[in-house]
């Protein structure tokens, strides 16, 4: 990896943060593959308006046993939906803090204040972050290009200088795009082993966190 690098960007889900909403939404699409499954969620328009920022809590889990034909009431789909992210992947707080000592790291990530609360409660991941850019706090979703242009205006990084995780084709595409250095990966293995090879170094020491 070039020594330019300056700053490095992880989403949330399935990068560092366990999410396990596929068998539940499986059983409600049956025959579908795992990406139409993935993709039918995310274009669902209250799911788009909730990590946008557009809609409350409240009017989020009202309108999607609705939307998704189940008989559930607000209250029992609002807990199905908090038990999908039940925190971050063994190690991943330490990581981010131990790099961190070398470089600014932050998160972009499409999602929404329940599963932030979730992660918050099970960890002090979110702590370790230097920028937090949340899809629901900015307005601006992944792979929508206006969401990577934020970062840079935020961060005053170039593009040369940030390096991307993520587990979505499409929005490494869009970082791809701008000039961004990316990674594809699937879990805190998957970004161990890419910042090895990058870095020349193991990330797996193991080091006290700061707040």
Not at 6 to 32: A, E, I, Q
Not at 49 to 61: A, Q
Not at 137 to 155: C, L
Request: charged share 20%.
């Amino acid at each position: 990896m070039p020594h330019v690098i300056s700053y490095l960007l992880f989403d949330l889900g399935n990068v560092l943060v366990h999410v396990n909403n596929m068998p539940w939404l499986r059983r409600l699409m049956p025959g579908c593959s795992d990406a139409d499954v993935h993709q039918r969620w995310v274009s669902t328009q209250p799911v788009v308006d909730f990590e946008s920022g557009r809609i409350s809590p409240d009017t989020f889990f009202t309108a999607m046993p609705g939307v998704l034909g189940i008989d559930l009431t607000p209250d029992a789909f609002a807990d199905v939906f908090s038990s999908w992210v039940p925190g971050e992947f063994d190690g991943a707080s330490t990581m981010i803090c131990d790099l961190r000592r070398r470089f600014r790291v932050g998160c972009l990530s499409n999602t929404n204040p329940c599963h932030v609360a979730s992660i918050r409660r099970a960890s002090p991941l979110m702590e370790q972050f230097d920028d937090r850019f949340l899809s629901y706090e900015t307005g601006w979703m992944k792979p929508s290009r206006q969401a990577y242009i934020h970062v840079m205006e935020a961060t005053r990084c170039r593009p040369e200088e940030i390096w991307f995780f993520d587990d979505s084709s499409d929005n490494i595409a869009t970082a791809d795009a701008l000039g961004w250095h990316t990674t594809r990966v699937n879990g805190l293995d998957e970004v161990e082993a890419a910042l090895e090879a990058g870095l020349g170094q193991s990330r797996k020491q193991q080091r006290t966190c700061r707040n």
